[in-house]
């Protein structure tokens, strides 16, 4: 079954990504399927990097020569097109970071060293999720540990969804930050982002939203999200590696402290002191990531041409025929919502007693890519008594013939195993 109502023309689309042409184990079709870990890279972001390389390398901002000036345009050309793709207020809310986890670190420190109203310390409340990345939880553990702040979390019900049943006595008129995740990197879940941002804002606490599942995956409307901070990450939404973004609301940049000290973020050092320069450079020391914000740019175009509403509709599709045809498998548990509605494009699941490493071996040997172990998302496997999980994740390029491969090659696990 290959045919289903609402697909892209992933045959036109696989054709911008020389490497889903792979043969891997002795001639076997690669089958990707680990995009929620990194997804790959189209020819046009390849021939955007390839092109700043070899025509117009340089550092940015206070070069006089040609090549400084052609690198300060692509970068801060590629700021603007970030902009607008989140439909950002302003081109100078956005931060350019080397990946979420450093997004959100960054909130986390300038939290911490914030005044009054914005700072953390040991009268307030920090609150989380069971389900986040380990890059939204051991920031906050690290800022309650030095501040003496009391972190606290929404749990999971049984089929993988937040539990906010008690979201008033969670979320209390002590809490100064709430930061979750917007699409589960394990789970799949999509959460009710509304219900948690309006007790948030009722309590004048500060939201941060983790966006790196949903920025690739779906439209990312800053202004209609009504979040204080929102990180994502470059790699998985066709750029490179080694770029994220942190959107922050401008004048919580204005007030807030850097993170890190050094060039570009100044505006007058003395030594006995210094000032600093405004957002975003504020929070950008030392030399960017220029050609991965170049890439990121390239590849902001590309999703932006084929459509993130064509994008969200194509992946439904797969992950609906995805969720059906894996709960046809003898033994299979999909750890996380059991349908297509509200979940994203990335579905873990065990199989009987088989460990997920094995798992991930079998298919591996088939040609098929998955992820295994507990996805940085450690709590969840916890919360659900098992010690890791495979994880299928599915993009544009995405195919229900790859479904198909999918399920195959758990058949011939089974059958290794007996």
């Not at 892209?8 to 002795?26: G, N, S």
Request: glycine share 8%.
């Amino acid at each position: 079954m290959t045919q289903l109502p609402g697909l892209l023309d992933t045959e036109a689309i696989r054709k911008d990504f020389p490497i889903l042409d792979r043969q891997v184990h002795d001639g076997k079709k690669l089958v990707y399927l680990d995009n929620a870990a990194t997804s790959q890279t189209p020819r046009q972001v390849l021939d955007v990097l390839s092109e700043y390389y070899e025509l117009h390398n340089a550092n940015v901002h206070r070069g006089v020569h040609v090549l400084a000036e052609e690198a300060t345009a692509l970068y801060e050309g590629a700021r603007d097109k970030v902009a607008a793709f989140i439909n950002a207020p302003s081109r100078d809310e956005v931060i350019f970071t080397k990946n979420a986890s450093e997004s959100l670190n960054l909130v986390a420190n300038m939290l911490g060293w914030a005044d009054e109203p914005y700072r953390v310390d040991s009268e307030t409340e920090i609150v989380i999720t069971e389900m986040e990345h380990h890059s939204n939880i051991v920031p906050w553990q690290l800022l309650s540990q030095r501040t003496g702040a009391k972190l606290k979390w929404f749990g999971l019900t049984d089929d993988g969804r937040l539990d906010l049943s008690n979201i008033e006595q969670v979320i209390t008129e002590k809490t100064k930050v709430v930061s979750f995740v917007l699409v589960s990197n394990i789970l799949g879940t999509v959460n009710p982002v509304e219900a948690i941002i309006r007790r948030a804002q009722q309590v004048g606490a500060l939201v941060v939203v983790d966006a790196s599942q949903a920025a690739p995956h779906m439209t990312l409307d800053v202004q209609a999200l009504q979040a204080d901070f929102v990180a994502f990450t470059g790699h998985k939404m066709c750029g490179p590696t080694g770029i994220g973004v942190l959107w922050g609301r401008q004048e919580l940049l204005e007030d807030l402290p850097p993170f890190l000290g050094g060039g570009e973020m100044i505006e007058t050092v003395s030594m006995h002191s210094s000032t600093y320069a405004p957002a975003p450079h504020k929070f950008e020391a030392g030399t960017p990531p220029i050609a991965q914000a170049v890439g990121l740019g390239a590849a902001v175009d590309y999703l932006t041409s084929i459509g993130m509403d064509n994008i969200a509709r194509h992946e439904h599709v797969v992950t609906e025929y995805a969720v059906r045809r894996l709960l046809e498998v003898p033994g299979l548990r999909i750890i996380g919502p059991t349908t297509a509605e509200d979940r994203g494009a990335a579905i873990s699941f065990t199989l009987g007693d088989i460990h997920p490493h094995d798992v991930g071996q079998v298919l591996d040997e088939e040609g098929i890519a998955v992820r295994v172990g507990h996805h940085c998302a450690r709590p969840v496997c916890l919360r659900y008594g098992i010690p890791a999980t495979t994880r299928a994740s599915f993009y544009l390029y995405s195919t229900p013939a790859e479904v198909d491969a999918l399920v195959e090659g758990l058949e011939h696990v089974r059958n290794f195993f007996g």
